[in-house]
């Protein structure tokens, strides 16, 4: 499932949540502790990945070529 997916699904939730005076039913509970982990799941491979912008690591080294 992708992520925009999980996450429709996620913000779908928790507006029947609030819909429904803050109680979810046991399928709806569980559906929402399964997109819950795959979410998880995906930000943690993000991070495996080094696909998120971290604002205090330091720049790499540019490699700079001699011109002859």
């Given at each position: 499932?992708?992520t925009s ?64």
């Amino acid at each position: 499932m992708s992520t925009s997916k999980v996450l429709k699904e996620l913000f779908q939730l928790k507006k029947e949540y609030v819909d429904q005076n803050f109680q979810f039913t046991t399928t709806q509970r569980d559906k929402y502790a399964e997109l819950l982990n795959k979410r998880r799941e995906i930000v943690s491979n993000y991070y495996k990945n080094d696909l998120v912008f971290k604002p205090n690591a330091s720049p790499k080294p540019l490699v700079k070529e001699e011109v002859k």
